[in-house]
């Protein structure tokens, strides 16, 4: 699968996908295309971060799925840039990988994931972790439309 940036359209709900495993990442990114979602996906974290540094800061992803383990850089640390930059913002990020080890599903959590989801992923289970995670941190702020 080629990288690429589609364009963006403010008014679909955006979602950002990063995984080296190119089957796995078209799996997802047509999993979620079908949800309605407006995709784009990266290879490496470096890339993703990039993106997001270039985009202007109303664009906001309403989801973003990260695998665990890439390239460059961790999927955590990924993960630790993306909550700093969307802090206070409703983004969802999950944490993706082909193991579901309870250890893995606290770490991503203490970097700010929703949570951390075995490969491949499933649309019920991304929109339940979606609504939890909606419910914990946002339910004070009232829980966005659509979770």
Do not use: H
Not at 34 to 51: C, F, N, P, R, W
Not at 134 to 147: D, L, V, Y
């Amino acid at each position: 699968m080629e990288e690429k940036k589609e364009p963006q359209e403010l008014e679909a709900k955006q979602a950002l996908v990063i995984d080296n495993d190119e089957n796995t990442a078209q799996q997802t990114c047509e999993l979620l295309k079908e949800a309605g979602y407006q995709v784009t996906y990266y290879s490496d974290g470096v890339k993703a971060l990039k993106l997001i540094e270039n985009k202007p800061r109303r664009w906001i992803p309403e989801l973003i799925l990260v695998d665990m383990i890439l390239p460059k850089m961790s999927g955590f640390e990924v993960v630790k840039k993306f909550m700093e930059r969307y802090e206070g913002k409703r983004v969802v990020v999950i944490m993706t990988s082909k193991y579901n080890y309870p250890e893995d599903i606290m770490e991503a959590k203490n970097f700010g994931a929703a949570g951390l989801l075995k490969k491949p992923v499933k649309l019920d289970d991304i929109n339940q972790l979606m609504a939890e995670y909606a419910e914990r941190k946002f339910n004070r702020q009232s829980a966005p439309a659509g979770f």
